[in-house]
C-alpha cells in the first residue's frame, strides 16, 4: 500500500513539473515573447532547477525524515504554483526596462525555478522512502521516474492541449498547484496517520474557489477598453478598443495582429492593400488561399474584388474573433476557414489557386518551417501556371540583408521567380517588407481595378514597382536547416521592445492584468 502511495504522488509531481513548465512559458510571453530567447531560458532553468533538487532530495534523503521532507517540498511547490498567476506578473513588470535577455532570466529565475528545485527533490526523496535495502534501490529508481515521467507526458497534453486553451493559465497553475498540495495531504496521511491532510485538501479547494477567474471582468479605463482576454495554441490573445483613436486591435502576446477603424470597419494598415492592390490583377472569381487570418482585413479585400476566398490558420479562435468583432456576417458566411496547419494544408489539399498569400506571424516571429524550399515547393505545388505567391514579412531592409537574401534564395530553389515588392523601405529600418514570386519569370500586370484606399491611409497606389535586389549572398533554407529565427534575432528582439514600451507597459500601467 506504501509503495503504491507514493508512487502516486512520483506521478503527480512529475506531471506538474511538465505543467509549470508550459505554464511559466506561456505566462512570459504576454511580456517577453516566445521567441528563441524565451524557451532556451525557459528548458535551462527548468533543467538547472531540477538538477538542484535531484542534488537535494539525495542529500535529504539520508536524513531519516524523508517524508516529512517530500511533504514540505510538494506543499510549498503547491502554494508558490496557487499564486503564480499574481506574483509573476509583479516579478516581470518590475524588469520592462531591463535588457531583454535580462529581463527574461531575471523573472525565470524567481518565479518558477524555486518551484522547479522543489519539485525535483521529490523523485529522490521517494527512492528512499519506497527503497527497502541497497539491493533494490535500482529497481525502485528506475520504476520511480518512469512513474513521474509517465506523469509529465500525460500532462504536457492535458495542460497544452486542454487545460490552457480553455481554462486560461491562472485557473491552469492553481489547479496544479492544488494537485500538489493533495499530494503532500496523501504523504501526511500516510505518516501521521490522523485527519490534519484532510484541512490541506480544503484549503487546495477554498482557494482554488475563491481564485476562480471571472472571465466576464472586463477591463475599461478612461482610453483603452479591453474586450477579450484568453489564452490557447498560438498564445495570450487579448482585444482593445482605443477610444481616442477610433480603432479596434487584435493582440497575440501584445504584439498586434490587426488594426481596424471603427468607422470605415477596414484596416488601418497600408500593406493590406498593397497585397490587394497586387492581387487586382486577377479577374473576379479567382480562387485564393490565405494562410494567417488575424482578424480577418486582408480576407475582407479579398472579398471586396470578388475572390473566392480560403483561409487556412492554426487556431480556430481567429475565425470566432474575426465573425464577431472585424467582418460583417455576409462576409464571414463566404469565407471557407480551414483549422490547420498551412504546411499540413498544402500537402492534403486537391484544390489549386490563383493566389496564395504567406500573412503569418507567431507573436513577434515567423514560423520557419513555413519558409523552408521545403515549403515553398509545396505552396508551388497547388498554384495554377499563371498563379503567384506573396509573402507578408516585416524585417529590417538592408542590402545586402542575410534575411531577404535567404528568403529570395529559397524561393528560387522552390522553384520561384522572387521579386522584392517597393514598399519603399529604408536601408537599416524595420519596415513591411513583401516579396512577389511567380511560377514564370514573365510577369504581366494590369492594374485596371485597383482598390479603394480608405481616406487616412497613407499609401501611394501608383508605385507598383518592384525593388532590383541580389539574394546571391543568403543561404537556403531547408526543413532539415531552418535557420529563419536565428538570421531574424535582431528583429524579433526589437519587436518585443517596442511592443514592451508601446503596448505592454502603458496597459500595465493603466491597471490590465494579464491573467
Known amino acids: ?135 533494490d534501490s535500482g529497481k525502485i529508481s528506475g520504476i520511480v521516474y518512469g512513474i513521474s515521467t509517465t506523469g509529465g507526458i500525460l500532462f504536457t497534453f492535458l495542460v497544452g492541449l486542454y487545460s490552457i486553451p480553455y481554462l486560461g493559465l491562472r485557473l491552469s497553475s492553481i489547479l496544479c498547484g492544488s494537485l500538489l498540495l493533495f499530494a503532500a495531504a496523501l504523504g501526511l496521511t500516510w505518516h501521521t496517520k490522523n485527519r490534519m491532510p484532510v484541512l490541506l485538501c480544503l484549503a487546495s479547494i477554498s482557494v482554488f474557489l475563491v481564485n476562480y477567474p471571472n472571465s466576464d471582468d472586463k477591463y475599461q479605463g478612461d482610453k483603452i477598453q479591453l474586450m477579450q482576454q484568453q489564452s490557447g495554441i498560438q498564445g495570450q490573445l487579448m482585444l482593445a478598443e482605443d477610444r481616442n483613436l477610433n480603432n479596434r486591435s487584435l493582440l497575440i502576446d501584445n504584439i498586434s495582429q490587426t488594426n481596424m477603424d471603427l468607422a470605415t470597419r477596414r484596416s488601418r494598415w497600408p500593406y493590406v492593400y498593397r497585397l490587394a492592390t497586387f492581387c487586382s490583377t486577377k479577374p473576379k472569381g479567382s480562387k485564393v488561399l490565405l494562410a494567417g487570418l488575424g482578424g480577418g482585413m486582408v480576407a475582407k479585400e479579398l472579398l ?83 498563379g503567384f505567391f506573396l509573402i507578408h514579412f516585416p524585417d529590417f531592409y538592408e542590402d545586402p540583408s542575410q534575411v531577404l537574401s535567404s528568403l529570395g534564395k529559397t524561393l528560387s530553389a522552390g522553384n520561384f521567380f522572387p521579386n522584392l515588392i517597393n514598399t519603399n523601405p529604408r536601408q537599416g529600418q524595420l519596415c513591411e517588407l513583401m516579396l512577389y514570386a511567380s511560377k514564370s519569370s514573365d510577369i504581366v500586370f494590369n492594374f485596371n481595378r485597383l482598390p479603394v484606399i480608405p481616406t487616412g491611409v497613407d499609401f501611394d497606389q501608383s508605385d507598383q514597382v518592384f525593388l532590383a535586389y541580389s539574394y546571391e549572398g543568403g543561404q537556403i533554407m531547408y526543413d532539415d536547416k531552418p535557420i529563419l529565427d536565428v538570421l531574424r534575432t535582431k528583429t524579433v528582439q526589437l519587436f518585443r521592445e517596442n511592443s514592451i514600451k508601446s503596448v505592454l507597459q502603458p496597459l500595465w500601467d493603466g491597471g490590465v492584468q494579464f491573467y
Open 1 to 135: 500500500m506504501k509503495d503504491k502511495l507514493f508512487f502516486l504522488i512520483a506521478f503527480i509531481e512529475g506531471g506538474c513539473v511538465l505543467g509549470t513548465e508550459l505554464i511559466s512559458a506561456k505566462m512570459i510571453a504576454p511580456f517577453f515573447g516566445s521567441s528563441l530567447y524565451v524557451w532556451s531560458v525557459v528548458l535551462a532553468l527548468t533543467l538547472a532547477g531540477l538538477t538542484c533538487g535531484y542534488f537535494l532530495g539525495g542529500i535529504l534523503s539520508g536524513k531519516g525524515q524523508s517524508v516529512g521532507f517530500l511533504t514540505f517540498s510538494l506543499a510549498a511547490a503547491g502554494v508558490l504554483l496557487l499564486i503564480m498567476p499574481w506574483w509573476s506578473q509583479l516579478i516581470m513588470s518590475s524588469f520592462l526596462q531591463l535588457p531583454l535577455i535580462a529581463a527574461i532570466f531575471l523573472s525565470a529565475l524567481l518565479f518558477f525555478f524555486p518551484i522547479l528545485v522543489l519539485l525535483g527533490t521529490a523523485s529522490p526523496l521517494i527512492i528512499g522512502i519506497v527503497s527497502k535495502d541497497a539491493s
Open 304 to 386: 471586396r474584388l470578388g475572390f473566392i476566398v480560403d483561409v487556412v490558420d492554426i487556431d480556430k479562435r481567429m475565425m470566432q474573433i474575426a465573425e464577431e468583432y472585424f467582418l460583417h456576417p455576409d462576409e464571414a458566411m463566404k469565407i471557407r476557414f480551414f483549422e490547420d496547419d498551412i504546411r499540413h494544408h498544402l500537402r492534403s489539399t486537391k484544390e489549386q489557386y490563383d493566389i496564395l498569400i504567406y500573412d503569418i506571424s507567431l507573436s513577434e516571429g515567423q514560423p520557419s518551417h513555413l519558409y523552408t524550399k521545403e515549403a515553398f515547393e509545396n505552396v508551388h505545388s497547388v498554384l495554377f501556371d499563371d
